[in-house]
């Protein structure tokens, strides 16, 4: 199957504008991708021809609506390789199932327990461990990471003991951009009898995803940065785990019966999506992963290594600038620092030239500790960026840079 970026770019209205009278140069899909016409189309159609409550209605619209919402978490289940579709639930986004799994799962622990993490973790996958720690003396205990921004295997094996409850860590880095060997890890994690949950909202996008060969326990991504609507993502949870963990919520849909003196809850994935859904959004998330099946995954995650690889050529030899995480493999995410100059600045600069790129702590402070700064620029690429996009990056940061030279 052939990859043709500018017939993919058609497909993406926004992309079309003008910011500060440039072209835009879109390098921001980590933090949120472009929505094709297809999602929006799916949602919209929704809208106007068999939109209302899911679940318990009896009547065509109620019917053909939940039959829509239960096709998009097969899609999920598609997308993830899950063994069933009731180890499909959908949340908020990847945030929410973090939380979901520490508040639920996290009922179990008892002071002195630990659970592992990384000083790479996006800020979502520390604070709600955070919370057990305030809440319950859990104890935290953080894998390091190399100067090229790779975990520390050796270390981490160290941190696993008899009190290790969970393993938590990416798929891949929101900053950097390396790929975590999350199935050494989760197998190291399953030998000292813990847990895991991989955070894989940046490698669900750019690379293929089997929960069943990884033998991953807990997986959760955000449609937002999979080129699906905001307000949803999905948590895979393995069918005995998800049995095991009251509810998160409380609420309609989620109970099997309630009465004065007691309830009982439904049965997983239902238990853990109390009232109404984001209908629509799931949806939309549906049409996503139908429209990015009509692709050719390998093909995409080539266009985008070419497209990093440019950038990386093109500022071959400039001791000006410095990239955050070079790790081998590492995916189309390039973090960097430009000598003299705050993050904040270069970024708007570069919008004057229409290049929308993200500046900040990327939500992963204990990283910028770790490699000595306070923030970063962050250009990140996606399937729709092209060669062209990726040299009037580097050209307009070259001008950029002459305000601090």
């Known amino acids: 199957m052939s990859f043709d970026v500018y017939a993919i770019r058609e497909q993406f209205p926004i992309l079309a504008r003008q910011v500060n009278s440039r072209p835009l140069v879109y390098l921001d899909s980590a933090a949120s991708a472009q929505k094709p016409r297809a999602v929006m189309a799916a949602m919209t159609h929704a ?44 949340t908020k986004g990847c945030t929410d199932a973090v939380n979901l799994v520490a508040s639920s799962f996290g009922r179990s622990l008892n002071s002195g327990d630990e659970i592992v993490l990384s000083v790479m973790e996006h800020h979502a996958n520390i604070v709600p461990w955070h919370f057990l720690r305030e809440r319950a003396g859990v104890v935290l205990k953080f894998i390091p990471i190399t100067d090229d921004g790779r975990l520390n295997l050796e270390a981490y094996r160290a941190l696993l003991g008899p009190r290790t409850r969970m393993v938590a860590v990416g798929h891949m880095s929101n900053v950097t951009g390396t790929v975590n060997p999350v199935a050494e890890i989760i197998a190291d994690a399953h030998a000292a009898g813990a847990l895991t949950f991989i955070d894989g909202a940046q490698m669900v996008v750019h690379g293929s995803v ?196």
């Open 47 to 90: 809208s106007e021809t068999a939109y209302a409550n899911v679940h318990r209605g009896l009547h065509t619209l109620a019917n053909e609506t939940t039959e829509a919402y239960e096709n998009a978490r097969e899609a999920v289940r598609r997308l993830l390789n899950a063994g069933s579709a009731e180890e499909i639930i959908f």
């Open 210 to 405: 089997d929960v069943q060969a990884l033998d991953a326990d807990f997986y959760a991504f955000s449609s937002h940065k999979l080129y699906g609507p905001t307000g949803i993502g999905a948590l895979y949870g393995k069918a005995e785990h998800l049995a095991a963990m009251p509810p998160y919520q409380g609420g309609g849909e989620m109970i099997g019966r309630v009465t004065l003196d007691q309830i009982t809850y439904a049965d997983p994935p239902h238990r853990f999506e109390a009232g109404t859904p984001p209908i629509l959004e799931a949806i939309g998330l549906g049409a996503a992963i139908a429209w990015l099946e009509g692709l050719d995954r390998a093909a995409i995650a080539q266009h985008e290594h070419a497209l990093y690889n440019r950038v990386k050529e093109r500022l071959n030899g400039a001791n000006w600038i410095t990239e955050l995480g070079t790790a081998p493999g590492k995916g189309a995410i390039f973090s960097f620092n430009v000598d003299g100059a705050h993050a904040h600045d270069i970024a708007q600069l570069l919008d004057q030239y229409g290049v929308a790129v993200r500046a900040g702590a990327h939500c992963a402070e204990p990283l910028m500790e770790r490699f000595g700064v306070a923030s970063s620029a962050r250009a990140s690429f996606a399937l729709y960026n092209t060669l062209e996009e990726a040299d009037a990056f580097v050209e307009a940061l070259i001008k950029v840079r002459t305000f601090f030279a």
